[in-house]
């Protein structure tokens, strides 16, 4: 009987399968909170919000890339993504010429 897997691990696949929508999702989210936190400020300027809201955003979207880039890294060190991809290349047709 095969285990089921943990909410982490199954986030984490989707995350790994899904990068740039991930990250996507976090530039919109992290933007949204932004200008939501920014509007509460009553003494700002409406354009000094939205520059806020953007450099916010910004920089999350440089944390989330960061965070792929772990994602990256860590499954070609473990070798999940040489499995992941090694069914759809035949390994006999890449032969060596000597």
């Known amino acids: 009987m095969a ?3 943990s909410k982490f691990e199954s986030v984490r696949e989707w995350v790994v399968e899904h990068k740039l929508r991930t990250v996507g999702s ?8 932004s200008i939501a936190y920014n509007w509460s400020q009553p003494n700002m300027k ?7 809201a953007r450099l916010h955003a ?3 979207t440089l944390a989330a890339l960061a ?8 499954d070609h060190k473990s070798g999940a ?5 090694a ?4 390994v006999d047709s890449f032969s060596h010429k000597d």
Do not use: C, M, N
């Open 81 to 85: 993504k040489a499995d992941r991809y």
């Open 58 to 60: 910004q920089a999350l």
């Open 3 to 5: 285990e089921s897997k």
């Open 67 to 74: 965070g792929a880039a772990v994602v990256e890294y860590y």
């Open 26 to 33: 976090l530039w919109l989210s992290g933007i949204a909170g």
């Open 87 to 90: 069914k759809f290349l035949p």
């Open 46 to 52: 409406t354009s000094v919000k939205i520059i806020h």
